[in-house]
């Protein structure tokens, strides 16, 4: 399969490690692709289900699909979320071609997109706006809010707060809880004078168009995720597209039956740190 080239893909919400990941279709849609730049927009491992001990093959090939975009000239950003906020303590870590990063801002042709996971709105959304209005600062100090919070409820026998399964839960209620997701975010970025803002974490895939004073516009953009939609965000220089893996290909990989086995981390921690890589 040929791959096509493009300047910058954003996918989010994999949840690998877990039965409804649709690792297949992924590795599919990454061997179609040759971005110049891959952002991993949170959620990629499910860290909060690894006591299952499920990783089979089609997951671990993600995990090296990436890799090999890696090893062919793609940089790639690792933006933590909350189901892999246990890389937040390797925030800034940088090998090679690969960077974890909590947040990322990019200057692209048509302006600046300002890309996140977004699960920084679950635990505070009442009181979010105004402290990531702080700046970078603002932005930290909710993800230590949220962690916060999450081992307090996980003390407390409640297991972790997550918004997307907020909205799940609650059918009467959703459109209001995207709704107030949404605005949240493009606000930020309106005030901040950011031309996109990007996120995952609710598995709703969208492209949402906010109109700013005196012509001017913000332009809302989620990727939803590989587990139900099975979307990602494509840039070519001038335009955004949210494309649908349905759409790109008429025929699905044939499913595969897997044993459950304990990934080897310490192999795939090798490969990215192939000498090929780190020039």
């Not at 925030?91 to 890309?115: H, Y």
Request: glycine share 8%.
């Amino acid at each position: 399969m040929e791959r096509r080239k493009v300047d910058l893909v954003v996918i989010s919400d994999v949840h690998l490690g877990t039965y409804g990941s649709r690792a297949s279709e992924l590795v599919h849609y990454l061997e179609s692709v040759q971005p110049g730049t891959l952002v991993l927009n949170g959620d990629i491992i499910d860290m909060w289900q690894f006591s299952k001990h499920y990783f089979p093959v089609s997951h671990t090939q993600v995990i090296r699909s990436v890799i090999e975009l890696m090893t062919a000239g793609t940089k790639v950003y690792y933006v933590t979320g909350n189901h892999d906020e246990g890389l937040r303590k390797f925030k800034g870590l940088e090998l090679g071609n690969f960077r974890i990063v909590n947040k990322l801002l990019l200057d692209l042709p048509t302006g600046k997109a300002w890309i996140f996971h977004g699960d920084v709105f679950d635990t505070t959304m009442k009181h979010s706006k105004w402290i990531a209005k702080l700046g970078g600062k603002g932005y930290d100090l909710l993800i230590l809010i949220n962690t916060f919070m999450n081992w307090v409820s996980v003390k407390m026998g409640r297991g972790r707060i997550s918004f997307s399964k907020k909205v799940k839960d609650s059918v009467k209620g959703i459109i209001k809880h995207i709704n107030n997701f949404e605005e949240t975010a493009a606000e930020i970025a309106m005030d901040n004078g950011y031309s996109y803002v990007i996120c995952g974490h609710i598995h709703q895939p969208k492209v949402r168009v906010f109109n700013v004073e005196e012509g001017n516009k913000v332009i809302y953009l989620n990727s939803g995720d590989w587990v139900e939609n099975m979307t990602a965000l494509e840039y070519d220089g001038k335009q955004w597209d949210l494309v649908h893996y349905s759409d790109l290909f008429s025929e699905v990989p044939q499913k595969k039956e897997y044993s459950l086995v304990k990934p080897d981390f310490a192999a795939l921690l090798k490969e990215i740190m192939n000498p090929e890589l780190m020039n």
